[in-house]
């Protein structure tokens, strides 16, 4: 067993784990986090997409023991602690980017992450970004549509904020 | 009791119509979902699956002493340590000659396809459990497998079910002649043959085996000490209802006992229409150890022991004049049932049946299906079941006829199809077709398609000799929806009606719950329903509350499929909000002290004619509640329950325009311009609408250039895993353009015609079609799906070299495309 000490999604956790527990059998299994699915064993389809210190991964190819140190943010801690959604839920909602929810946690943890290294993609840089994550719902194209649409918003929010910090 | 003013305001916006965004969203994207693998009980015990690694065999002996042993390990079963265990069932019964093997959820002496329970590990944790699978050793003798339809077909394989005698399961056989409603095809057919005028065109080709691939894997729990002294049981299910009714017919558990729920299910498509072993299993062994259990599939478990769907082999002969008018069709199938036979699995292909015919005026038709059963997992619904094999034949068969006669394959449909003045129209498979435009559908696709520019380039690029070529590709077609009429159901020996139930209830304070015996898995019935009920008794959409996927509250029901939950489970909560208004009716008259003819109902409110004293169905609700001052006699509740049951199936129609760059250097498809323009009749939510008609579209494709479901000549499931089987990403697929137009179906008070399965109906025969309308000019006949850029090449590389042009590889068909002209 190695001793790991984890902060998930705000609140840091301290354990004794398998050194071969996935981190997605420890988000899930140990701490209860759910909200990361698992749909494929052979890290295709993206359901489990967390980020590791910002970044996502898929965390069905991350050990446990990895992540060590680390920060995760899961589907859980990705809205405000006011329930206030990340504009890319919102987006999804508004797009209607789900349907049956199962890719949903991992779509929107990928998507995240890809408007962090890409905030103005285009609709090839979008499909190309989530080449990772599979949807057997939705044929993609309203999924597209909510990234295009969170990008927007962030971009507004982004430059609000320009203005506000340069006033 | 006071009486509200009549308002002079504008009547509230119609609901239905509106793209409301979804009331199901919100857990969704905050990771607040109910997935039934997220669920921990006290207690509760891991299982883990031993599967077989043969696709027949004899089981000699299994030692499960060391697995027993294994850290963490409560038990070990193998199929005789499962007594109670009844045989899986089909409720389908094609023929009265239909053969039915016995189908163990854990077979005690043989096995008939890769991945069949052997063994079952009970553990405190899934990881001992699964670790405990290492220390079972099973000693298999091991058998020659089947894997070749036509070989079982005609008894050249060996028999799989020696008790059956034959590989084969029934024939089941449709011909117009003999039901009165056309003539004789193979009349039709041998006199074309003869005629000088004629032309005959006959071709064999491939559906292949496809699987689901839902993004959830199957997930059971079972809690045999339930509330209620019931057994709880919680499965990714698609039907709640049948399974409760299924378990107690084949595994003998008073249906009382059960309590079923469906909690969030990642996706269906029909692949979560079953009652599985692995859920069997899973109540077996909760209820032998008295504690709650868990079984959750890994997707490889799912690729090689869930149902797959399609795969049959398909002969066409059509026979037309040569201006293009159809004069008989013959459609023998070869379906491949796999290893046991499925909940409906021999069902599957004579659903197609009925639409072979698609939208055209066949004056003689004969339809043969022999479903035969091989050493491979059973096959079974899957998004469109039977008619996108059939739409598939038709709308191939189609161009393939154009292809010889020379002619617009556009103009030959019109040449053919039932005019929208021809409505309604019985066809030669016997359905009555109640409303549809083809010509206002089509017009409309041509057009945001730009149908003759896209024929002016294909001709620049061909005359150019361009390395890439386009393809352009046309499906028209139409479906039958809205399963079913209980009287059509019990006409093809299905055990099962195809009614639904709804039940409201009005609350005190005015908001209103719904139950639907429908169980929606991602399609977004939540919110249209809330829409048609928000309409109907003109209550705010945020004050519906939809309730299903429970069978202690959704008391009865027949659950989510074949394009039924709006056409039937939405007219059964129409009708059963009709009886809560009828009821209010009556009692809003006693309140205004009016005489009931004298109640004007709008929006929910109930006014005496000619003034301004009403009442809000709210304010009825809740004198209902408070009882002081009814009318006498009536019972003290607005509440009311319906089931209805069609009269007819619906029939969506649309067209399908596909654009195809097929680069003849390395055979490689890209699809450039996809155009729907589908008429589903009354809309509901276009929101939802545009995202089943996407989602549809995406599977369609993905059967057309990506997803085969391959089982080696031994029985191995070489596309086994997601690695192998390509579910297609969002690189992999196109912009969708849709648009429809709208024909109200007349069956229905909503006109409604469903929507679930239209996009996977349509697009893989418009995808194959352009396609193959890139790479004729090269003499090719036939790419077989999935249509890979290796086959492609290989077709087109064939094709110059003279050699067979219609590359059917994979020795389960046999390829003899041909045309004759008449005699001479």
């Known amino acids: 067993m190695a001793k790991i000490s984890v902060?998930?999604?705000?609140?840091?956790?301290?354990?004794?784990?398998?050194?071969?527990?996935?981190?997605?059998?420890?988000?899930?299994?140990?701490?209860?986090?759910?909200?990361?699915?698992?749909?494929?064993?052979?890290?295709?389809?993206?359901?489990?997409?967390?980020?590791?210190?910002?970044?996502?991964?898929?965390?069905?190819?991350?050990?446990?023991?990895?992540?060590?140190?680390?920060?995760?943010?899961?589907?859980?801690?990705?809205?405000?602690?006011?329930?206030?959604?990340?504009?890319?839920?919102?987006?999804?909602?508004?797009?209607?980017?789900?349907?049956?929810?199962?890719?949903?946690?991992?779509?929107?943890?990928?998507?995240?992450?890809?408007?962090?290294?890409?905030?103005?993609?285009?609709?090839?840089?979008?499909?190309?970004?989530?080449?990772?994550?599979?949807?057997?719902?939705?044929?993609?194209?309203?999924?597209?549509?909510?990234?295009?649409?969170?990008?927007?918003?962030?971009?507004?929010?982004?430059?609000?904020?320009?203005?506000?910090?340069?006033? | 009791m006071t009486t509200t003013e009549a308002t002079t305001a504008a009547a509230p916006e119609a609901e239905i119509g509106r793209s409301r965004t979804r009331k199901e969203d919100q857990h969704l994207i905050t990771g607040h979902n109910t997935f039934t693998d997220g669920m921990t009980l006290p207690g509760m015990v891991h299982l883990a699956m031993v599967r077989s690694p043969h696709a027949r065999a004899t089981i000699t002996s299994i030692d499960v002493e060391q697995a027993r042993k294994a850290p963490g390990v409560i038990g070990v079963w193998t199929g005789k340590d499962f007594p109670e265990q009844g045989g899986l069932i089909c409720v389908w019964p094609i023929t009265p000659d239909m053969k039915s093997p016995v189908h163990l959820p854990v077979p005690t002496d043989t096995v008939n396809h890769v991945g069949e329970i052997v063994a079952v590990i009970a553990a405190r944790s899934k990881t001992d459990a699964v670790d405990a699978t290492e220390l079972v050793t099973v000693d298999y003798s091991p058998l020659p497998a089947v894997t070749d339809l036509a070989a079982a077909r005609d008894g050249s394989a060996p028999v799989i079910h020696e008790e059956l005698g034959s590989n084969v399961n029934a024939t089941w056989v449709y011909d117009s002649a003999d039901a009165g409603t056309g003539g004789s095809a193979k009349d039709a057919i041998a006199a074309a043959r003869n005629d000088p005028d004629q032309i005959v065109v006959e071709r064999t080709l491939r559906q292949q085996r496809v699987i689901p691939a839902y993004m959830e894997p199957r997930s059971t729990v079972c809690d045999p000490n339930g509330a209620n002294d019931q057994i709880t049981v919680w499965s990714a299910t698609q039907i709640p209802h049948v399974l409760?009714?299924?378990?107690?017919?084949?595994?003998?558990?008073?249906?009382?006992?059960?309590?079923?729920?469906?909690?969030?299910?990642?996706?269906?498509?029909?692949?979560?229409?079953?009652?599985?072993?692995?859920?069997?299993?899973?109540?077996?062994?909760?209820?032998?150890?008295?504690?709650?259990?868990?079984?959750?599939?890994?997707?490889?478990?799912?690729?090689?022991?869930?149902?797959?769907?399609?795969?049959?082999?398909?002969?066409?002969?059509?026979?037309?004049?040569?201006?293009?008018?159809?004069?008989?069709?013959?459609?023998?199938?070869?379906?491949?049932?796999?290893?046991?036979?499925?909940?409906?699995?021999?069902?599957?292909?004579?659903?197609?049946?009925?639409?072979?015919?698609?939208?055209?005026?066949?004056?003689?038709?004969?339809?043969?299906?022999?479903?035969?059963?091989?050493?491979?997992?059973?096959?079974?619904?899957?998004?469109?079941?039977?008619?996108?094999?059939?739409?598939?034949?038709?709308?191939?068969?189609?161009?393939?006829?154009?292809?010889?006669?020379?002619?617009?394959?556009?103009?030959?449909?019109?040449?053919?199809?039932?005019?929208?003045?021809?409505?309604?129209?019985?066809?030669?498979?016997?359905?009555?077709?109640?409303?549809?435009?083809?010509?206002?559908?089509?017009?409309?696709?041509?057009?945001?398609?730009?149908?003759?520019?896209?024929?002016?380039?294909?001709?620049?690029?061909?005359?150019?000799?361009?390395?890439?070529?386009?393809?352009?590709?046309?499906?028209?077609?139409?479906?039958?929806?809205?399963?079913?009429?209980?009287?059509?159901?019990?006409?093809?020996?299905?055990?099962?009606?195809?009614?639904?139930?709804?039940?409201?209830?009005?609350?005190?304070?005015?908001?209103?719950?719904?139950?639907?015996?429908?169980?929606?898995?991602?399609?977004?019935?939540?919110?249209?329903?809330?829409?048609?009920?928000?309409?109907?008794?003109?209550?705010?959409?945020?004050?519906?509350?939809?309730l299903h996927g429970d069978t202690n509250v959704s008391a009865k029901g027949l659950d989510t499929y074949g394009s039924r939950s709006l056409v039937v489970g939405g007219i059964a909560v129409v009708k059963a909000a009709d009886k809560v208004i009828a009821k209010a009716k009556i009692i809003a008259a006693h309140l205004l002290e009016a005489s009931e003819d004298d109640i004007e109902v709008s929006h929910g409110t109930f006014t005496v004619r000619g003034t301004e004293s009403s009442l809000t169905i709210a304010d009825i609700s809740f004198a209902v509640f408070s009882g002081h001052n009814l009318p006498d006699g009536c019972e003290s509740t607005l509440d009311s329950e319906a089931t209805y049951d069609p009269e007819n199936f619906s029939f969506?129609?649309?067209?399908?325009?596909?654009?195809?760059?097929v680069d003849t250097e390395t055979g490689k498809s890209v699809i450039r311009r996809y155009v729907a323009v589908d008429d589903i009749g009354t809309v509901i939510n276009p929101l939802l609408v545009d995202g089943q008609v996407h989602g549809g579209i995406a599977q369609g494709i993905a059967q057309a250039l990506y997803e085969e479901a391959l089982y080696s000549e031994e029985g191995q499931l070489t596309s086994g895993s997601f690695v192998d089987y390509l579910v297609p990403s969002a690189v992999d697929l196109p912009h969708y353009t849709t648009d429809r137009t709208v024909t109200p179906a007349t069956s229905n008070p909503l006109g409604v015609k469903g929507v679930g399965e239209a996009g996977t109906i349509a697009s893989t025969p418009a995808v194959v079609n352009a396609v193959l309308d890139a790479v004729r000019q090269f003499g090719v006949t036939d790419v077989q799906m999935p249509m890979t850029p290796a086959r492609v090449w290989q077709a087109i590389h064939d094709a110059k070299n003279g050699g067979n042009a219609g590359n059917n590889d994979d020795g389960h068909g046999n390829s003899d495309n041909s045309a004759t002209g008449g005699a001479a």
């Not at chain 2, 969506?652 to 760059?661: I, K, M, R, S």
């Open chain 1, 7 to 167: 902060t998930v999604d705000g609140t840091t956790y301290s354990d004794e784990v398998e050194p071969r527990l996935l981190l997605v059998q420890y988000l899930r299994e140990n701490l209860g986090k759910t909200g990361t699915l698992i749909g494929c064993d052979t890290s295709n389809c993206g359901a489990c997409t967390v980020l590791l210190d910002g970044v996502s991964i898929k965390s069905c190819s991350v050990l446990a023991v990895q992540a060590d140190g680390h920060e995760v943010t899961t589907i859980e801690g990705l809205a405000g602690l006011n329930g206030q959604l990340h504009p890319v839920q919102q987006a999804f909602h508004e797009k209607h980017a789900l349907q049956c929810g199962y890719c949903t946690p991992g779509m929107i943890m990928r998507s995240v992450s890809l408007l962090k290294e890409n905030p103005h993609p285009t609709e090839a840089e979008i499909r190309e970004g989530l080449n990772g994550n599979l949807c057997r719902c939705t044929g993609y194209q309203n999924i597209v549509a909510a990234v295009q649409e969170a990008a927007e918003t962030l971009a507004d929010a982004a430059a609000t904020a320009g203005v506000g910090s340069a006033q």
């Open chain 2, 244 to 546: 409760r009714t299924v378990l107690t017919l084949s595994q003998g558990i008073p249906e009382h006992e059960l309590h079923i729920i469906a909690p969030d299910v990642g996706g269906g498509f029909g692949g979560k229409l079953e009652v599985t072993p692995e859920e069997v299993v899973t109540i077996m062994v909760a209820r032998q150890l008295g504690k709650p259990a868990k079984y959750t599939e890994t997707r490889s478990e799912c690729m090689v022991a869930a149902h797959h769907g399609r795969d049959q082999i398909q002969h066409f002969t059509m026979s037309a004049r040569k201006d293009g008018t159809i004069t008989g069709f013959d459609v023998d199938l070869t379906a491949n049932m796999g290893a046991y036979l499925a909940l409906i699995g021999p069902g599957i292909p004579i659903l197609g049946a009925f639409m072979y015919n698609g939208i055209y005026k066949i004056p003689a038709y004969h339809f043969s299906c022999t479903n035969v059963f091989t050493n491979e997992v059973m096959t079974d619904a899957y998004r469109g079941a039977g008619r996108p094999e059939a739409t598939f034949g038709v709308e191939r068969m189609i161009d393939e006829l154009a292809t010889e006669l020379g002619m617009d394959p556009i103009e030959l449909r019109r040449k053919n199809w039932i005019t929208h003045e021809e409505f309604p129209f019985t066809t030669v498979s016997g359905m009555t077709y109640d409303t549809g435009n083809y010509e206002a559908a089509t017009a409309k696709a041509l057009e945001l398609f730009g149908y003759d520019e896209l024929r002016a380039e294909q001709k620049k690029r061909r005359d150019e000799g361009a390395t890439v070529q386009l393809g352009i590709g046309t499906s028209t077609f139409t479906e039958m929806c809205g399963l079913a009429p209980s009287r059509v159901l019990g006409s093809l020996s299905y055990a099962a009606g195809g009614w639904e139930a709804a039940s409201i209830r009005m609350l005190p304070t005015g908001v209103v719950e719904v139950i639907t015996g429908i169980s929606p898995h991602g399609q977004g019935h939540v919110t249209g329903f809330s829409q048609i009920v928000a309409d109907r008794l003109g209550v705010p959409f945020e004050n519906v509350k939809i």
């Open chain 2, 652 to 661: 969506p129609h649309g067209t399908h325009l596909v654009a195809v760059d």
